[in-house]
């Protein structure tokens, strides 16, 4: 009778226990699902990732990569612009379930969020004013002033190289402290670098130096979102084997950076 009541007993703290593992399982990937709708953080004025075009619109590669990761989910995007140093704030905080921003992987970064696999690839460019012959590789940045948007990599980089950083909030207001000599140098994503110069025919500013690492840019989440990370991996990987990444490079870069 006693092992009966053993038994019995057993079974019930095995199920109560069964019952709190459930209770803290991940549900990262349901609670958007049942909502209907995932939030997603970005800049909305980092051309060519995210911007508005001459009609106002919200456009670049991660707007319609957001809006595709969403789609795949079965759910609506509903996309919130918000200043660079607030997007991973705001993912801790569960303003938003992802950010689709260029994000770029850092050791730093992994400590504090879950990363999807990469969806591009790009590299770092230095640019200074068109004669500036002090500065041509990232060394020559100790002492000297650079610019860069508040919180980024690129402003952390300045930093480790020995710049007196000042944070600004986008690419245009970095590149005219450099054009109007407040700053010596800016540092950014290549694309971005690319894009700025071509759009604006600007002739003063030069790529001085190009780091020789790839920049993985992933999509972030809290840590511990195994079904969210899963499903936005798949979401990912069915748009690159449908070739919808490598187009949607093609037409916001002017080349597929969806490979390494």
Not at 9 to 38: E, F, N, P, R, W
Not at 162 to 191: H, Q, Y
Not at 255 to 260: G, Q
Request: aromatic share 6%.
């Amino acid at each position: 009778m006693k092992k009966q009541i053993s038994a019995v007993l057993a079974g019930i703290l095995a199920l109560t226990l069964a019952g709190c593992g459930g209770s803290s399982s991940d549900d990262s990937l349901k609670k958007i699902q049942d909502a209907g709708v995932i939030n997603i953080g970005l800049e909305g004025d980092w051309q060519p990732f995210s911007y508005h075009d001459e009609n106002d619109d919200l456009v670049g590669y991660d707007v319609e990569v957001a809006k595709g990761v969403a789609e795949k989910l079965g759910v609506e995007a509903k996309i919130t612009e918000a200043p660079w140093d607030g997007l991973l704030t705001g993912l801790s905080t569960g303003v938003y379930d992802i950010v689709v921003n260029g994000v770029d992987v850092t050791e730093d970064r992994e400590k504090t969020f879950d990363f999807s696999d990469p969806y591009a690839y790009d590299h770092i460019d230095l640019v200074t004013l068109k004669n500036n012959t002090d500065i041509t590789s990232f060394e020559d940045l100790k002492g000297k002033k650079t610019a860069n948007s508040t919180g980024s990599t690129y402003a952390e980089m300045g930093e480790q190289y020995g710049a007196e950083v000042s944070n600004v909030p986008t690419l245009a207001e970095t590149m005219t402290l450099v054009l109007n000599g407040t700053v010596d140098a800016t540092i950014n994503a290549d694309t971005s670098v690319q894009d700025y110069l071509h759009t604006t025919g600007e002739t003063n500013l030069k790529v001085a130096a190009q780091s020789d690492d790839v920049t993985e840019y992933a999509i972030p989440m809290k840590k511990g979102s195994d079904s969210l990370k899963e499903a936005v991996n798949k979401a990912l990987q069915d748009m690159r084997d449908d070739g919808t990444l490598a187009q949607l490079s093609q037409k916001y870069f002017g080349a597929d950076l969806t490979n390494k």
